[in-house]
């Protein structure tokens, strides 16, 4: 119940694609779901948070939409670039942040 | 930009001895947290930290971890006795009291801890 399912666990996507980020959660108590991004050697930034009470969030390339009957969130980056190359997670909060197991993005040039 | 900084970026020890990890959180930040990540492996939640006592603890954070904010700037990770299995990176975070209700938490770029 304190999983947080997340797919796939790796991702190539050429410049200028939609690259498209999983999770799943079970527990409904769960109340605040961010995405953090991760690149090699440094700490996971946040990257853009959702609650349940909205259906999708959007902040410049990237967008979470958010199935609460489903128990299920996505992240999307639009027009994925280069730079884009790094580990996501996504996580859901309860009284702690119970986090996914990463999905390693690589845009091609 | 104010960032949570951590010192050492990385810690070698041999096993049985005791390490401490160093962060200072973001100055104005009251809530504190350790995560520690196996190499390829998800962040996993450690303990959370306000008002100069732990709020929550994973059943990672058993007997061998303590937390101590040993002055106002400071924030420290103890492992007792380290294991070869406590190898791993450990990132610290912090969150302002406002946005600690939107669980906005910001990483510090982690400590990479071996233990042979």
């Known amino acids: 119940q304190q999983q947080v399912k997340q797919s796939p666990q790796s991702l190539i996507v050429q410049k200028g694609g939609i690259s498209i980020i999983n999770c799943a959660y079970e527990?409904?108590?769960?109340?605040?779901f961010p995405w953090y991004q991760q690149f090699p050697g440094k700490g996971p930034a946040l990257l853009i948070a959702?609650?349940?009470?909205?259906s999708e969030k959007k902040e410049g390339r990237f967008t979470i939409s958010f199935n609460k009957s489903a128990k299920q969130f996505s992240l999307h980056i639009m027009d994925s670039q280069p730079g884009d190359s790094a580990t996501y997670f996504c996580?859901?909060?309860?009284?702690?942040?119970?986090f996914g197991t990463g999905t390693r993005l690589k845009v091609l040039a | 930009e104010p960032e949570v900084t951590q010192t050492p970026s990385h810690q070698v020890t041999q096993m049985g001895q005791e390490v401490i990890l160093r962060c200072v959180p973001i100055?104005?930040?009251?809530?504190f947290y350790w995560y520690r990540q196996i190499l390829g492996q998800k962040v996993e939640f450690l303990v959370s930290?306000?008002?100069?006592?732990?709020?929550?603890k994973s059943e990672i954070f058993d007997d061998q971890f303590s937390v101590e904010r040993p002055d106002g700037s400071n924030f420290t990770l103890k492992i007792r006795s380290t294991k070869l299995e406590d190898s791993a990176m450990y990132f610290c975070?912090?969150?302002?009291?406002?946005?600690?209700?939107?669980?906005?938490?910001?990483f510090g770029p982690g400590t990479r801890l071996t233990v042979t």
């Open positions: 959702i609650r349940p009470d909205v």
């Open positions: 527990n409904t108590a769960f109340d605040y």
């Open positions: 996580a859901a909060m309860g009284y702690k942040y119970i």
């Open positions: 975070a912090s969150s302002e009291p406002q946005l600690a209700l939107t669980y906005e938490q910001y």
């Open positions: 930290f306000y008002n100069n006592e732990i709020s929550e």
């Open positions: 100055s104005n930040h009251l809530y």
